[in-house]
């Protein structure tokens, strides 16, 4: 009888032996040396929470608000690509566990099942991840799609302007279509409950945009166009145009400057994600929670900061929350959930995660996560916790000279 699953980890364990390599690597690791991916967990590590007795903790509320929309708990599911590869109608299975749980979840772009096939086949609403490409035309296609298939918030990502090298994935045959090499297609094989999930599927191909882009009529016409299509010329001023397109929640993931985040805040976007693109883009950023508290300072209460980057347990979500956030995303942790187990998987990586912070919570002697601030927080040393690199005061005092880039 195999041991039970208790954390993330042995999700992740469970979903390495049965996803393929080539795209468990694809969720698992990060761009060139991979620095950025280890910081965003040892910084998050090196945190340490106060311990609190003799507090009455017995009643304790998880529930929030994101973007004006009630959750259960402060946690939502993040845009990520290629989920349906990691288990077939992997975004349908994701975007079901998390209305389940009362969170939301975020369609990527780039996901194998399209909107459409997610809004007919999942209850409630969900947020849309976009990218905006060369082709502006096919950018509003997308946008007038999720508004309506009825998404109730657009992410737009702004740090894959230009792509940073992902050296496992090349190693791997990771491209689309995969490059079939002997090893991974022995790989491949040796997956015969994958390959059947995958099959089966409604979509194999990227669902977004399949059937959509004209003279692509296969995976490898459709991964050229994508690769042509990540657009370098976005600016700031490029948010009225959205605006004018999108009537709902704005959020912006991919933020990790404060002088970014004022741009933002000018900008008039409803929430920012702090995030470094889970260690996948600028190898040697610094770690979001390094990023978050700064962040969070320059801006104030004029929007709503998120977190992502890092948390695979209750504890560094906890830690987010005391650091300013609203809430965080997770996408490596439901990933290898999804990849283990299915929907159950994602379902047991969320409630993990949930009795975790609960837990957690009470430890440190609050009752609700929404008063939780940096006072439960404390360096290695036990001395209380400070924000690395003391300059939020300054761009905090000067945020009303940082104008809106044109």
């Known amino acids: 009888m195999s041991e039970p699953i208790t954390n993330v980890q042995d999700l992740r364990e469970l979903a390495k032996r049965r996803v393929p390599r080539a795209f468990f690597d694809y969720d698992d690791r990060g761009s060139y040396d991979e620095v950025t991916l280890r910081e965003n967990r040892s910084a998050l590590e090196a945190i340490r929470l106060r311990q609190r007795v003799m507090i009455d903790v017995d009643r304790r509320s998880l529930a929030t608000t994101i973007v004006e929309q009630p ?53 409630t609403p969900f947020w849309f991840q976009i990218y905006v490409m060369r082709d502006r035309g096919f950018t509003r296609s997308l946008i007038e799609r999720a508004r309506d298939a009825g998404c109730s918030a657009l992410m737009l990502t702004v740090d894959l302007q230009i792509q940073g090298q992902r050296h496992r994935e090349i190693k791997n045959g990771m491209t689309v279509p995969p490059r079939l090499t002997v090893s991974n297609l022995f790989d491949i094989l040796g997956k015969p409950a994958w390959i059947w999930r995958v099959l089966n599927a409604p979509s194999r191909s990227f669902g977004n945009l399949d059937g959509r882009i004209a003279g692509a009529d296969g995976l490898s016409t459709l991964a050229q166009w994508i690769a042509s299509q990540f657009d370098p010329t976005l600016t700031w001023s490029d948010i009225e145009w959205i605006r004018q397109l999108w009537p709902g929640k704005l959020i912006v993931k991919g933020i990790l400057d404060p002088a970014d985040a004022l741009c933002a805040a000018n900008a008039g976007v409803d929430a920012i994600v702090v995030s470094n693109h889970g260690g996948r883009q600028l190898d040697g950023a610094i770690a979001t929670v390094a990023a978050l508290p700064r962040v969070v300072d320059a801006v104030g209460d004029r929007l709503e900061v998120l977190f992502d980057g890092g948390i695979l347990s209750g504890q560094s979500l906890l830690k987010s929350l005391a650091l300013g956030a609203r809430a965080g ?12 187990l299915g929907e159950a998987g994602v379902a047991k990586a969320i409630e993990i995660i949930r ?10 002697g609050q009752t609700d996560v929404q008063k939780v601030d940096r006072s439960i927080l404390l360096n290695p040393d036990g001395s209380d916790y400070r924000p690395p690199l003391a300059t939020v005061r300054h761009l905090h005092s000067t945020s009303d000279s940082i104008p809106v880039e044109k």
Request: proline share 5%; net charge neutral.
């Open 71 to 123: 959750v259960a708990l402060p946690l939502a599911l993040a845009p990520t690509g290629l989920t349906g590869l990691t288990r077939g109608s992997g975004e349908i299975l994701a975007a079901r566990a998390a209305a389940t749980a009362g969170i939301p979840f975020c369609l990527s772009t780039m996901s194998i099942c399209s909107i459409e096939q997610v809004a007919a086949a999942v209850p």
């Open 329 to 340: 995303l997770i996408g490596k942790a439901f990933l290898y959930g999804l990849g283990a």
């Open 355 to 364: 009795r975790e912070l609960d837990v957690s919570l009470a430890l440190t």
